[in-house]
């Protein structure tokens, strides 16, 4: 069972910055691919940004594709998101997820792992 746990969400301004990480309890936490997830207020959870379990590889949302970058230190079984220039749009609950198959991040229903999730604020 991997427990994950996601920080650093809070109240921003557009245009400013936050960096999310999601600490893994699992020692073996380098065998998964691990990915973000983001929920606003009334809408469906929807992708945001997936890392393959060595880093070689990421993936991103049109919407955060230039602004936000995924990361890992899998020496210390934590993955980051980077969130640069935040929208107003960007509001939601963020969520990591890990699952053993990369492309299950684009099945949701097939994650095996997610956190409970914090909350990003950014107002105009």
């Known amino acids: 069972q991997v427990q994950l746990v996601e920080s650093g969400g809070g109240l921003v301004q557009a245009g400013d910055s936050l960096r999310l990480s999601c600490a893994a309890s699992e020692r073996t936490f380098n065998v998964y691919a691990m990915g973000w997830f983001r929920q606003a207020p009334g809408k469906e959870r929807e992708f945001v940004a997936a890392i393959n379990s060595n880093g070689e590889r990421t993936n991103y949302a049109d919407s955060v594709k230039g602004r936000f970058t995924t990361s890992r230190d899998n020496a210390k079984n934590t993955m980051y998101l980077q969130m640069n220039s935040l929208k107003p749009e960007d509001t939601a609950v963020y969520y990591c997820?890990?699952?053993?198959?990369?492309?299950?991040?684009?099945?949701?229903?097939?994650?095996?792992?997610w956190g409970k999730g914090t909350l990003v604020t950014v107002s105009s």
């Open positions: 997820a890990a699952s053993l198959a990369y492309s299950d991040m684009w099945s949701p229903t097939r994650i095996r792992y």
